[in-house]
């Protein structure tokens, strides 16, 4: 029983290619060829089909109007550049089968931003897509597909904040960019929200030549200004780093801070010998996992008559900043304590911009870092239900 086929797309088509044993008989150049003479067939016809139906509508009404030819226009595809015959008559062109006039195939466009996202910069698309096209791509059709992508990175940061959340996480994490003296640190500040559902969100982030409170207060105002105005808002979850500790009471001066256990226990661990980094770890971990705040008091009176003697600095780094570390038992639902005792959420997230900039060693400029960031995030938020990514990622792209 021979079995029917409705190809719908490129890759599928290509599968049936490699079904049917095509591949052996035709070289790449030969199927990509006969391909592009098939699509350009089938459009065309479609587009002449377009042209005899408006004229023989013009027929039965009152309207003037008559055939005047045709022009060139190119489109290019996943086969490559096809050249097409678009009909045409004197007020009527049917480019309306092109979808809107489009000049390359939304897929190409998806393979470009691709590109973008991965690290790759803008000189370099063309000639990495090559061996999938078939042939080049222009320099200003890699340029104008790259002004998409940074005008959605605009809107991003510039879209109001209507959303309401529980509990903001702030904190800045470093990356590396190429300049002409060699490798240079940016820090990425970050706000990220926890809605009352538990869905988690990255609001915003600013590239900043560090964690300076001006910076953050920048960072913050600007957050302010867009919506996030804290209301509903029970606990600020931070990094501790003293810019931002400053900056904080000057915009949200009323919302319940804590400190993230991940970045104080690093804290503390660098006033302990390596050999007893673990036994450390472990006292830390017994007051940040208590069951109750009466628990990690005790906890916490443990680690100091333990270390005391020893890493005297350790405990005084530990101490100075009590109320804060255990201000998150305030919550009432233990459930939630895993998620805002630290600043992980945001770490999570840097960790997979870091997977998919690897093989780029650092980031070549700031525009390729923004668009990184913002095709990462906007990924992870469409993944929690609070957004949409404008292309999609998955986890082996």
Request: charged share 25%.
């Amino acid at each position: 029983m021979k079995r029917s086929v409705v190809i719908e797309s490129m890759p599928q088509a290509f599968e049936v290619i490699k079904e049917m044993g095509l591949t052996s008989e035709w070289g790449d150049a030969d199927y990509r060829v006969a391909g592009r003479r098939a699509v350009a067939q089938v459009l065309e016809e479609r587009m002449g089909d377009r042209v005899s139906e408006y004229v023989e509508h013009l027929g039965r009404t009152v309207g003037v109007d008559r055939r005047n030819g045709s022009f060139s226009r190119h489109l290019l595809t996943e086969l490559g550049d096809i050249e097409l015959q678009v009909p045409r008559t004197r007020h009527f062109s049917p480019l309306v089968v092109l979808r809107a006039y489009a000049r390359r195939a939304p897929q190409v466009d998806q393979l470009i931003l691709a590109c973008f996202v991965l690290g790759i910069s803008t000189r370099k698309v063309a000639h990495t897509l090559l061996p999938l096209l078939g042939e080049p791509l222009s320099a200003s059709t890699v340029s104008r597909v790259a002004r998409t992508l940074d005008t959605a990175v605009v809107a991003f940061h510039r879209r109001p904040l209507r959303q309401h959340y529980r509990f903001l996480i702030f904190d800045g994490v470093v990356l590396k960019r190429k300049t002409g003296a060699g490798a240079v640190k940016r820090v990425v500040l970050v706000a990220l929200g926890i809605t009352p559902e538990g869905q988690k969100e990255v609001i915003d982030f600013m590239i900043a030549p560090g964690e300076s409170q001006g910076a953050w207060e920048a960072f913050l105002h600007d957050l302010y200004g867009r919506g996030l105005d804290g209301e509903g808002v029970q606990m600020l979850i931070t990094d501790g780093g003293t810019g931002l500790r400053a900056a904080l009471p000057l915009v949200y001066p009323r919302i319940l801070p804590q400190r993230c256990w991940a970045h104080k226990s690093r804290n503390v661990c660098n006033y302990v010998r390596k050999a007893d980094h673990q036994a450390v770890k472990a006292s830390l971990r017994a007051i940040s996992h208590a069951d109750s705040l009466m628990e990690a008091q005790k906890a916490l009176r443990r680690f100091r008559a333990r270390w005391q003697g020893i890493y005297p600095k350790a405990v005084a780094c530990l101490l100075k900043d009590e109320e804060e570390l255990l201000a998150f038992f305030q919550i009432t639902d233990p459930e939630l304590w895993p998620q805002i005792r630290t600043t992980n959420a945001i770490e999570r997230r840097f960790r997979e911009v870091r997977r998919r900039t690897r093989p780029m060693g650092v980031f070549s400029d700031r525009t390729s870092m923004e668009r990184i960031l913002y095709a990462v995030f906007s990924y992870e938020n469409a993944q929690q239900g609070t957004g949409t990514p404008f292309l999609v990622l998955t986890q082996n792209s």
